[in-house]
């Protein structure tokens, strides 16, 4: 039988507001433990929650961006139930009025199948805290520093048909949220989570199938290999007469399976109810046109910005644009040195291979753009080669420093006077009268291929710094005389 | 000296009759001699009191002084005071230190009060006898084989008893205004929002408002001009400027249009008590105003409504209390359900687990629109029922309570003949209302109370009216007999 | 409405109470007696009457996203029953 994939996601956004949701607690990640839990935080009798503004931008800004309907009135819930990470033993969030509607994200996956997938709504709650499992003699250790992060959970409509577009869709989210600046997008971090609705019909069948989901998936790469799994294991199930059963599932990386999480198992009855300490948030058009009026450029518009302005391929203008700070730092580097493929090639090249090496964020990168541009304007000016280029952004990356300082202190300045060129080739050709022979018996059209043996011996004695298109016009000729 | 209003005891310090540490010294030998009778103190804070006498006095030798400087005051303890045991009457909360102070405990540090310590009550406030307290009853001074009414019911005695000129209560169904009327003393609720729940710990966040217990609405006008007022920290806190609640006390009340609503004059009501309150309505005439019958037709469905709300709200609030972060933790638990279970178990007491548990039966689901739904659409009908009568006349008037201070254990075994107790009161936490009850008369030779209901922030024109009451008559003046003062 | 035994041991359950099997009787007698009473509500119409949350038809405030709590761990953690290292400690918990 032929199965049809259908899948729906629930991505978690922490938003990268300063303060919680609820409380002026600083949200930076990485504190001691409870160093940044608040007495509101914590849940102390008596503690009241007061909203945090810039969450509110941030949703609303979210929702502008993905053509949805903004609630003009929302309303906190309380979702009861009991966990030692959730201190107040409910979590304040949004069920019947959530703050953004309707609306949808466009995604097209790496093998250009494009689809508009829904988004049923998103909504503003609250993060839990953390449970550490190291053995504090058989206890575990609560840390609530995230405790009242704020979140915008976005779910989508059970749109996407296949694991690559689930991919495509939460990458285009990761765009569109590090785009806008709400959220720093950092998934190892837990900055943007994932929980995958997955089933599976028979193709042509109307009804779904029943789902299964998949919690708290961290990389986009784990959201395609957990998703092929999980189908892999119904489409088994089933041939083999089992039934899917209705249940959350957890993705274990290192096995390559999805597993029941039984502790979760029990009905859930979570009594939501408006949460009474804090009042219906109500926003007018005005409020909604001045967030519209902040809203940057999206990664689609910069896409196709990307290929017309910078006549960039598609699939580099998709990779340049999908992350915010990169397509920034993109720009800034074309601004300096002018060319938009250099640039391009060295973006997301060489600079790309040192920050995943690194494991740096493009944001952090030791390197600046103004510098990258610096660089690259010597590669264009002749003053260095593109081999001796990497040679300088390696300790531009290592040491700090702008191109020409570094080019000036190691003297890689390339060696464009023939005169001196000349001496060199000239000695070249003294030294190797066998290859010199073997050039001259070539046919003339072959002999071009054989430079390259003697190009290697004038870098070698000139440590590279020689201007290679000075060196070949200086060889041929030479070489050439002696043929004749 | 003990007799002593707050308005009293203050031109005492102003004219240097006694210094704020005499005062001090003497409530605390006072309630030290006498409170073993009533149980109205759950902690003393004698060192922090003095310390803070101490300093008013300095304060006032600086002449740098505000009308409560140096007065003495005592808080429910359903109030957070940094430093001091904060229990909700609760073994729950038994060992909890509180790390911070409340917002009307800070204000009222501010103005110079004098905090002589924590006042017991019923468990997590639940409660109209005051029976439920993990500490023990509280007796009422009048009879003490008799309830002080609860849930405030520590403050209402304490006040009654003069072991505290003026004390803090919290009234969610009406536990500031009931066990005023059981205690022959005044209690002011305010109007919802009117002064912050921040570091109040909750019992149900929609209906909860503190406010003053004191003697006369005179005291009460005093303390709540430390009290109210908007805080950032409280979402539900009213956005409107401070005001002088003494500016107002001596207007005449010729003109004012009182309301009588007939429901509240029903067979339920205890004959001596209707009595005494139309004796006080014809005292307002003949102080100028004008009485009429008014109908407040869905007076019977506030207690359905209430026991609804108020639990479901309670069970979310009290989830809070696991035995993780503060609080009491079970021995040993053997795995979470059982830190949780137990420690909530052992932790609660009776009434609170039942409350929580029709709360959560409330929410759950398929019974959330039967109930809690239902509850919330009555509640608007019982709200524009009072909006409506209020666009009529200027103040609506009625019995505090069906009757007088009942004994101890008569109720206690029957919940819903308890939660009776509350059908005055509760309307006006459902509406959001302010209301006072003030002392009216006797029956029995014990109090009655007269709650007087007025319109959103119309706390001025209720204490205008309630002084204006206790001008021409002496009722709020009686001491209970046996009380040495 | 009526609520067995079961029932109550449910709810004791979702609400996370230890209760007595000894006093699961008299917990479902006050239960239902209280039941009884909201029961009251049912014969109302309320057909079109929007719900009442609060009292006051206010709208949420919102607070400025600056950074106003300082690090009170220890202040805090002086009243938690067991911590380590600064955290909470519980009974292990399982996932």
Redesign the interface.
């Known amino acids: 039988m032929e199965w049809e994939v259908v899948i729906g996601l629930e991505i978690h956004v922490q938003l990268s ?3 919680k949701i609820f ?4 949200t930076a990640f990485g504190a ?8 509101v935080d ?15 931008r941030m949703a609303v800004l979210f929702g502008l961006a993905v053509n949805a309907e903004i609630g003009k009135r929302s309303v906190f819930e ?1 979702k ?1 139930y ?1 966990y ?2 959730l ?4 979590q304040t969030t949004q069920l019947a009025e959530p703050i953004v509607g309707p609306g949808y994200i466009d995604i097209e996956t790496d093998e250009g199948v494009q689809r508009r997938v829904g988004l049923h709504h998103a909504h503003l709650e609250e993060d839990a805290g953390k ?3 190291e053995d ?1 003699h ?7 520093n995230r405790a009242g992060t704020p979140l915008v959970e976005i779910v989508s409509d059970p749109d996407m048909r296949s694991s690559k577009e689930a991919a495509a869709y939460a990458r285009k989210v990761h765009a569109i949220v590090t785009t806008l600046g709400i959220c720093d997008g950092n998934m190892a971090e837990g900055s943007m989570r994932c929980d995958c609705n997955v089933s599976i019909r028979p193709k042509g069948q109307e009804a779904l199938g029943t789902r299964t989901e998949l919690k708290n998936i961290n990389s986009f790469r784990f959201i395609e290999r957990a998703i092929d799994t999980e189908v892999a294991r119904q489409i088994d199930l089933i041939e083999d007469g089992g039934t899917v059963v209705q249940e959350t599932r ?1 993705y274990d990386p290192d096995k390559n399976e999805t597993r029941s ?1 039984r ?1 979760k198992e029990e009905a859930n ?1 979570y ?4 949460c ?7 926003i007018d058009d005005d409020y909604i046109e001045a967030v519209r009026a902040t809203l940057p450029e999206l990664p689609d518009a910069r896409r196709a910005r990307f290929t017309s302005e910078y006549s960039l391929s598609e699939y580099d203008a998709g990779v340049l644009s999908a992350y915010r700070a990169q397509a920034d730092y993109y720009e800034q580097v074309v601004k300096q040195c002018g060319d938009a493929k250099l640039a391009a090639n060295w973006v997301m090249g060489e600079l790309a291979k040192f920050l995943n090496q690194n494991d740096t964020d493009i944001k952090d990168s030791p390197v600046t753009a103004d510098q990258l541009g610096g660089l690259l304007v010597r590669i264009k000016d002749n003053t260095i080669s593109g081999n001796i280029a990497k040679k300088v952004f390696e300790l531009m990356w290592s040491k700090g420093g702008s191109a020409d300082e570094i080019i000036e202190a190691e003297g890689l300045k390339q060696v464009t006077d023939t005169g001196a060129i000349e001496k060199i080739v000239d000695d070249v050709i003294a030294n190797a009268d066998k290859q010199v022979e073997q050039y001259k018996a070539a046919e003339p059209d072959k002999r071009g291929k054989m430079l390259g043996f003697f190009m290697g011996q004038v870098m070698k004695a000139t440590g590279g710094k020689a201007n290679p298109g000075a060196v070949t016009g200086i060889l041929k000729q030479k070489l050439d005389a002696l043929c004749d | 000296m003990f007799d002593k209003t707050l308005a009293e005891l203050a031109q005492g310090l102003e004219r240097g009759d006694f210094s704020s540490t005499e005062l001090t010294q003497a409530y605390l030998q006072r309630i030290n001699a006498l409170d073993s009778q009533y149980n109205s103190f759950i902690t003393v804070t004698e060192e922090q009191a003095l310390a803070q006498a101490k300093a008013a006095d300095e304060a006032r030798a600086t002449g740098n002084t505000g009308a409560l400087c140096g007065l003495p005051i005592a808080h429910k303890d ?3 005071t940094q430093g001091v045991r ?1 229990s ?1 009457a609760s073994k729950m ?1 038994d060992n ?1 230190i ?3 102070d ?1 917002t009307i405990v800070s204000r009222l540090k501010n103005a110079g009060t004098v905090t002589l310590g924590k006042l017991n009550m019923d468990e997590f406030a639940m409660g109209s006898s005051n029976e439920s307290s993990f500490y023990g009853p509280v007796r009422n001074p009048w009879g003490t084989d008799r309830v002080p009414g609860g849930s405030s019911g520590g403050s209402a005695a304490a006040v009654a008893a003069r072991l505290t000129p003026a004390a803090t209560g919290s009234d969610t169904g009406g536990s500031i205004r009931q066990p005023a009327a059981l205690c022959g003393i005044t209690g002011l609720k305010p109007t919802y929002g009117r002064v912050s ?6 019992f ?3 209906l909860d408002q503190a406010g003053p217990m004191a003697r006369t609405a005179e005291d009460c006008a005093m303390v709540l001009n430390a009290m109210a007022g908007f805080d ?5 806190s009213a956005e409107r400027d401070s005001e002088d609640y003494t500016a107002g006390l001596n207007q005449p009340l010729a003109g004012l249009k009182i309301g009588l609503p007939k429901e509240y004059f029903s067979a339920a009501l205890d004959a001596g008590v209707a009595e005494q309150v139309r004796n006080a309505v014809a005292e307002f005439e003949k102080l100028g105003a004008s009485v009429k019958e008014v109908s407040l037709p869905n007076t019977e469905l506030c207690i359905p409504a209430y026991y609804i709300l108020a639990p ?2 309670a ?2 609030n ?5 035995g ?3 609080g009491y933790r079970c021995e040993n638990p053997v795995d ?1 359900e059982d830190l ?1 279970k137990r420690s909530r178990g052992e932790g609660f007491g009776t009434e609170v687990k039942r409350r929580i548990m029709v709360g ?1 039966y409330a ?3 398929g019974y ?1 629109d039967a109930y ?1 739904n239902k509850a919330q659409q009555i509640r608007r009908m019982i709200q524009q029922d009072f909006v409506a009568v209020l666009n009529d006349v200027d103040v609506i008037m009625g019995p505090t309570t069906p009757q007088t201070a009942f004994k101890l254990g008569e109720k206690s075994s029957d919940p819903v003949s308890m939660y009776m107790e509350d059908i005055f009161t509760l309307s006006l936490n459902l509406a959001g209302l302010p209301g006072i009850s003030i002392p009216c008369g006797q029956t029995n030779g014990l109090p009655v109370g007269l709650q007087i209901i007025g319109n959103y922030f119309a706390e001025s024109k209720l204490l205008n009216v309630a002084h204006q009451f206790q001008q021409a008559t002496d009722w709020h003046k009686q001491t209970p007999a046996g009380l040495e003062v | 409405m009526s609520l067995d035994r079961s029932d109550v041991e449910q709810i004791a359950h ?1 609400a ?1 109470l230890q209760i007595d099997a000894a006093d699961i009787d008299s917990y479902s007698q006050a239960l239902n007696s209280i039941l009884n009473l909201v029961d009251q509500m049912q014969a109302t119409n309320t057909e079109g009457v929007e719900p009442l ?2 009292p006051l038809d ?12 300082t ?3 220890e202040a ?2 002086a009243v938690a029953p ?1 911590t ?12």
Do not use: W
Not at chain 1, 42 to 56: D, H, S, Y
Not at chain 1, 276 to 282: A, E, I, Q, S, W
């Open positions: 507001t300063k303060t409380s002026g607690a600083s001691e433990p409870n160093t940044q839990a608040c007495a914590l849940a102390l009798p008596g503690t009241l929650p007061v909203f945090n503004e810039n969450a509110l309380r009861n009991f030692p990470d201190p107040k033993g409910y449970s550490l499992h504090f058989g206890m575990s250790g609560i840390d609530l957890l999480m502790s009855d009594r939501y109810f408006p009474p300490d804090l009042l219906p948030v109500v | 359903l109030f957070c904060t909700s909360l909890f509180s790390p911070y409340a729940r921040y570091g109040m710990i909750a149900a966040s929609s950032p920290m409280d979402s539900t479901a709200e069970s979310s009290l989830s809070r209390f696991d993780v972060r503060y979470l949780y959560a929410l759950s689901a959330y809690y | 979702l996370r949350a609060h206010a709208v949420q405030r919102l607070r400025a996203d600056e950074v106003s709590e690090n009170q761990r805090l953690q067991a380590e290292n600064g955290l909470f400690l519980v009974p292990k918990v399982i996932e």
